[in-house]
């Protein structure tokens, strides 16, 4: 019988600290370019394409940005 492991992949909580000044400056992005992507932002802003991904699940889940379309043809909408 052969050596066998058991690997067991969970999903990590946020490591980045949640900053206001940071969601601010995605927000901006989005208004200036609703067909902004993720990797356009992380580009502009100079951080982790993984930061900013957290950041848009953030937002989106408090409602503030949405997505309307599809990856390629669609947008994102600035909630108030």
Known sequence: MGDFFK????ST???TPYKE???GK???LIA???HISQKGVADKLDISFYTVKEYFGKLK???RIKRVGGR???LWIICD
């Open 26 to 28: 995605i927000i901006a």
């Open 13 to 15: 909580p946020q490591k």
């Open 32 to 34: 200036e370019d609703q």
């Open 72 to 74: 390629k043809n669609g």
């Open 21 to 23: 000044s940071l969601r």
């Open 61 to 63: 889940e408090e409602g």
């Open 7 to 10: 690997a067991e992949l969970t």
